[in-house]
């Protein structure tokens, strides 16, 4: 795990709604298709030699991550005058698939993709003003990953260390509530002058098309005390938004950082119902053949709200609350086999 050296927080408290931070790096190899050997086959001759399998394939931009093509078997050696005829070698084995990157294929029920990797880290003011996104573009880059840029209508630019991207781009919406998003949302009418998030935004959202959504939502709702399964159907009505406009999306949908904001006693006790009830069989449920959905865990990682280091209001991760984000996400898309 690569952890940026943050330099300084950037955290605003905001009433009842997630306020400023900022966010981070990282990558997947470059390079062209994979290019895993061939070992031939044994030379001629008595009993040929077998052909050795060939290496695993590397998944570099452009290519399918394959796994290194058998060697050919070692053609039966010629029967000289008397003599007897070589037995022909064994097929060597294929080398193991090497991790999906640039342009490999994705990572398990992911459909195959060529090309660069649009990512979206799609939230509230988790998202949007902290130092998470920043630092999960390094951490990624960090471990050689790449392949990828991170889109949306909205940057953050927040200082967020020495090695720290000055800005990048996503869906990040201080104050929005995911069970404001859907078409047929029951919320009551949104108060706040900043906005709570509506359907005509998710669409606009879905329009853009990326290829792969980081989605931390659902703050703001467990603050108000929205129920868990009003929640989950908010984020399938999302994923199904993003579905309209790209079939082949893969979602990486997270267990909510913990919160303990002032004032709000029942907060802590509804990100745990909530975490409890993002499974896996949820996931697995609700995923398709080419639109697979992930779990994050940032529940159970080490981010503690009462722990001021982390956070300075119970809600928003400082820089080092960041961190600890970025390192389970980066985590998660590694082992799924992206980038």
Not at 21 to 38: F, H, K, N, V
Not at 221 to 248: C, H, M
Not at 288 to 303: C, K, L, W
Request: aromatic share 6%; hydrophobic share 35%.
């Amino acid at each position: 795990m690569i952890l940026g050296t943050l330099a300084s927080v950037f955290v605003a408290a905001c009433g009842n709604e997630p306020g400023p931070g900022s966010s981070g790096a990282g990558g997947s190899g470059a390079g062209g298709s994979p290019t895993s050997t061939t070992s031939s086959g044994g030379a001629v001759g008595s009993g040929g030699a077998v052909g050795t399998g060939g290496v695993a394939g590397s998944s570099g931009a452009g290519g399918a991550a394959t796994g290194g093509k058998g060697g050919a078997g070692a053609g039966g050696g010629q029967s000289d005058a008397g003599g007897v005829a070589a037995t022909g070698g064994t097929s060597g084995q294929g080398g193991v698939a090497g991790r999906a990157g640039t342009g490999g294929a994705a990572g398990v029920g992911g459909s195959a993709h060529t090309g660069i990797w649009n990512v979206m880290m799609l939230g509230d003011s988790v998202t949007e003003s902290t130092c998470y996104p920043q630092l999960t573009d390094q951490q990624l880059k960090a471990g050689n990953h790449s392949n990828f840029q991170f889109v949306g209508m909205e940057t953050s630019n927040q200082s967020c260390g020495a090695g720290a991207p000055i800005s990048v781009k996503d869906e990040g919406h201080a104050g929005y509530g995911v069970t404001y998003l859907p078409q047929n949302s029951t919320r009551s009418a949104c108060t706040k002058s900043s906005g709570c998030g509506s359907y005509a935004e998710l669409q606009s959202w879905a329009a853009e098309k990326p290829d792969i959504v980081l989605m931390h939502y659902g703050t703001n709702d467990v603050w108000d005390g929205i129920g868990t399964s009003t929640i989950l159907s908010a984020y399938l009505a999302v994923i199904a938004e993003f579905r309209k406009q790209n079939p082949n999306v893969i979602f990486f949908v997270s267990k909510i950082i913990k919160l303990n904001p002032a004032g709000c006693t029942s907060c802590l006790t509804n990100v745990a119902a909530l975490a409890a009830a993002l499974t896996p069989s949820w996931a697995s449920t609700n995923s398709t053949a080419t639109s697979p959905i992930h779990i994050i865990d940032h529940y159970d990682s080490a981010f503690d709200p009462t722990n001021s280091a982390d956070t300075s209001d119970g809600v928003h991760p400082t820089p080092v609350g960041a961190t600890i984000m970025a390192a389970i996400t980066y985590d998660a898309i590694v082992a799924n086999g992206y980038f």
